[in-house]
């Protein structure tokens, strides 16, 4: 499950049912430590931080 | 035409035999509890495992990790950014894993305050209410481009242009409206601040 993200690392959101931000990608800028597992992630399409769960993400 | 009863509909679950599954589930259950389940003793401190039980820490830090753990949103909402908030509470993101799964419906039992969507003049002495209602220590979330400055009605007469006239906020989770996954970013900024907060910190009020 651990994909050991990094600060830096190009993500995409993992594909799901009727999940409309599937596909979307960005750019690591945090790595949580609390809660653990959690990734802070900017959109590049909006430019905002959003917070995923790392099983939710895929390296690019 | 021919009448039918329901068991012959159900022939594999007439009541004799319902009766008789009930019978073997009870005997099964009998015969496993003839022995009390043996109590666990393993939290027991002993001299082997005493530095698995007790920790050293500041009682900031115990109290500032315990709070960060529970928080207890209100459940108010203003406009459509409350929709998004609401998802975030239901079951595909899921807000129980931070522990705030229970949006109070009293401000009395809650310690942080969503501001989700556009706040009108006329809504918000009811706010205010609210946010003085709550008791300390609390915290504010601006949710959403409107709450956070007014957004696309900042100019209008009868829209706040932004919920911090109102009440002290401690995040604002930009976007018309911000997706769950945004006011999760915000609510772990939320928790890091509070993580790290100070009890000595008395929380400004004043207003001119």
Redesign the interface.
């Known amino acids: 499950m651990s994909q050991d993200l990094k600060i830096g690392d190009k993500v995409r959101v993992k594909d799901r049912p009727n999940y409309t931000?599937s596909g979307w990608t960005g750019d690591v800028v945090e790595v949580?430590e609390?809660?653990k597992g959690?990734i802070?992630i900017k959109a590049d399409k909006?430019g905002?931080?959003?917070?995923?769960p790392e099983s939710e993400l895929e390296k690019l | 035409m021919e009448m039918t009863s329901g068991f012959d509909l159900c022939p594999f679950y007439s009541p004799s035999l319902l009766d008789e599954d009930e019978g073997k589930a009870i005997n099964e259950i009998i015969r496993q509890s003839q022995q009390p389940i043996k109590d666990d003793d393993s939290w027991r401190a002993d001299s082997e495992g005493i530095e698995r039980n007790v920790f050293f820490g500041s009682y900031e830090t115990l109290l500032n990790w315990s709070r960060h753990w529970s928080l207890f949103p209100a459940a108010f909402g203003l406009a459509c950014c409350a929709w998004e908030m609401m998802s975030a509470a239901a079951l595909r993101f899921d807000m129980a894993?931070?522990g705030m799964e229970i949006m109070r419906a009293s401000p009395r039992q809650a310690d942080l305050l969503i501001v989700s969507g556009t706040l009108t003049w006329k809504m918000a002495p009811a706010v205010r209410m609210i946010w003085e209602q709550m008791a300390e220590p609390k915290w504010a979330i601006a949710m959403g481009s409107c709450a956070i400055s007014g957004g696309p009605f900042a100019d209008s007469y009868s829209v706040v242009p932004g919920i911090n006239r109102i009440l002290p906020i401690d995040v604002y989770v930009?976007?018309c409206p911000?997706?769950p996954?945004?006011l999760?970013?915000g609510?772990?900024k939320l928790?890091?601040k509070i993580?790290y907060d100070s009890i000595k910190r008395v929380r400004d009020v004043s207003r001119s």
């Open positions: 931000i949580k609390d809660p959690w802070i909006t905002y931080r959003m917070a995923f | 894993r931070f930009p976007g911000p997706r996954e945004s999760y970013y609510i772990l928790r890091e993580r």
